[in-house]
């Protein structure tokens, strides 16, 4: 005790004085966070519960707002596209920004040139996006119309004005502009699996296919959650492509919940509509993050 | 990377990966070529790759309908203003999360990062009123305040990650030459950080760019970046194609140009520092 004391005793109140400071560095990025996101989300929750209308009013009517959105056949639209959207482009971004990734990886020419025109679309914004695709699956100019010229007639490729299918039209638009981010990222993290792996599996006879889904893949577990991480507010977030795309239609077959609660509040003026619809998002985020969290982090503690 | 690949594979490979890479880019190609023919050759068929008149027109047009320049100044002054903002709101956070760990470090950073999963539309409405009542609705101060907050996640995760790499041994150097805190960061963090802090700035310009869900909602005309310059022509002349291309490659030319130049802080940025 007696020789440790000196050091420690010059040492100690650097340390604390450096953990106070490292509190008070920290506090204006927590303070934003907790006041917004929390104060904002939780204001929302409480509001959807009232009969809002223009203004936002405290006079309570329970589960009304609840009853009403989800007998509102938009709402069950929006809901639908949000789930076919959501699947869709989690399950594509993930296997086509894999599949490219592994093709980059084998060191083709001019790879970083490559690499930056996977990214160009990611750095447009939706809005650019919606426009240029909009036009693209426009059945008087776009790939309908030059496949029909050059020679095949009877071909047909106009998902925009078919209410079964517009939500894929947005979809290809949505993979076009995320998934050379995804292969960015999956290309890092191939880049980052030691060579000698390559070499045993190689050694060993396993094909390349093989050691690409048994070892290779549960190697990038992180990568994949960062992926996970970003295509997910991708999905929560999808408004813009659809404002520009299709503003919604034909008639109300493209609706999402963020336009929905957009609509609500600026169009119909009202806001208790809009509230329930955020609250109703928020929950749904909250079902899927939850026990992805738990899973995630919540075993921890042991390691 | 010395794994064996053969010449022949290697060159199908290539061929494969650029068509792909010409497919993806075809389609900006496209609109910038748009923006130069006429409205009938817009939408001409079978249309004409290159050999068109090329005018501009459609520039003059464009920029005759709307103020091009005020838009374009409130972009570069919103993207770059919540950027450089939270930059200074996250840098000491990060240096605190990097390399002073608490208990609770490795859970804020994760519930941070978690409320960008959190759908924007959830804090639509409480911001909103809260601009409008404090005359934020409309304002470039409004936009950049709403745009450091949606970013400040991704920031702070982003310089995290590269005050990681750096060694703590350099910082204790300093701060045993007596260095106080604040210099500690700003003569010692800093600049060794830089082309972390370079591609985090650039990626978050971008991002808040191209940000269109709040600027949509929050502004009306006078704070309108290009996102919603480029909206308006979305919806009342959705069929003057070249006009719109016009517009489009208005919109997009500054970041194009910005990322052909950066592309390596540009890839470093985007992948969070996975690329070097």
Redesign the interface.
Known sequence: MITTSTPAATQRPIRLFRNKAAKIAAIPMILTAVVVFMGGTIWTIVFSFTKSKLLPKANFIGLDQYDRLWSSSKWGIAIENLLIYGICSLIFSLVIGFVLAALLDQKIRFENTFRSIMLYPFALSFIVTGLVWQWILNPDFGIQKVVRSMGWESFSFDPLNNQEIVIYGILIAGLWQGTGLIMCLMLAGLRGIDEDIWKAARVDGIPAWKTYIFIVIPMMRAVFVTTLVIIASGIVKLYDLVVAQTSGGPGIASEVPAKYVYDAMFLSQNLGQGFAGSTMMLLAVLIVLIPWAYMEFGGRQRD | ???A?STR??LI??L???T??IA??F??L??VLTSFKTEAE??A???SLFFFDWTTENYAAVQSRSNYGLHFSNSVIISLGSTLLGLL??I??A???A??P?KWT???L?W??????????????????MFRDTGLLDSRLGLVIVL??IN??II?WMLYTYFKEIPVDILEAA?MDGAA?WSEIIYVLTPMAVPGIASTLLLNV?LA?????WT??LTAAKAAPL?AF??S???PE?LF?AK?SAA?TM??AP??IL??FS?KQ??RG???G??K
Do not use: C, H
């Open positions: 990377m010395a794994r690949v594979r290697k490979v290539t494969l990966a650029w792909i890479g993806i880019f389609p900006i496209w609109t817009a939408i068929s079978p249309p709101i996250a000491p956070a240096w605190s999360m390399f002073v608490g490795k859970d804020i994760m941070m990062l978690s409320t960008k999963m959190l759908p924007p539309v959830g804090v639509l409405i409480p911001i909103y009123l450091t907050l400040l996640p702070v701060r805190l971008i760019w191209n940000e269109a869900f949509l909602n996102t480029i909206a022509y979305s919806s959705g194609y719109l489009s919109a997009i970041i194009l990322g052909w592309q540009l890839v985007l992948t969070f996975a690329v």
